[in-house]
């Protein structure tokens, strides 16, 4: 695991702390299709469909995503059973998640 993953999977574990994640992939497209949605991060070992389910999603509706790390760890680093995706509710984590990634944050 690359340390950018570490330094995302530790703050999406404070987010999940603070109560600003929603995960699973129902929870995280009722999140982005209900403007919650800071960001979304998707699991680099989703399937396919799942991937351009959320990439074209997220882009719709003007949402950040990344893919980071795997499906064990995404669930692990949130107190969780593996998941696929997670949306962060919080724009201060949005943020700090986005830097980590080196992915510039591109909403207006």
């Given at each position: 695991m690359q340390s950018d993953d570490r330094k995302i999977l530790n703050l999406l574990g404070l987010a999940q702390k603070a109560g600003k994640i929603a995960s699973g992939?129902?929870?995280t497209e009722k999140a982005v299709k209900g403007g919650q949605a800071k960001m979304a991060v998707i699991s680099a070992d989703a399937s396919g469909n799942?991937?351009?389910?959320f990439h074209n999603m997220c882009e719709w509706y003007h949402v950040p995503v990344i893919e980071i790390?795997?499906?064990?760890s995404l669930g692990?680093?949130?107190g969780r059973s593996?998941?696929?995706s997670a949306?962060?509710?919080?724009?201060?984590?949005?943020?700090?998640?986005l830097k980590a990634a080196g992915?510039?944050?591109t909403r207006r």
């Open positions: 992939e129902f929870s799942t991937k351009k389910k790390s795997d499906k064990a692990h680093c949130l593996d998941r696929t949306a962060v509710t919080d724009e201060g984590f949005a943020r700090a998640i992915t510039e944050d």
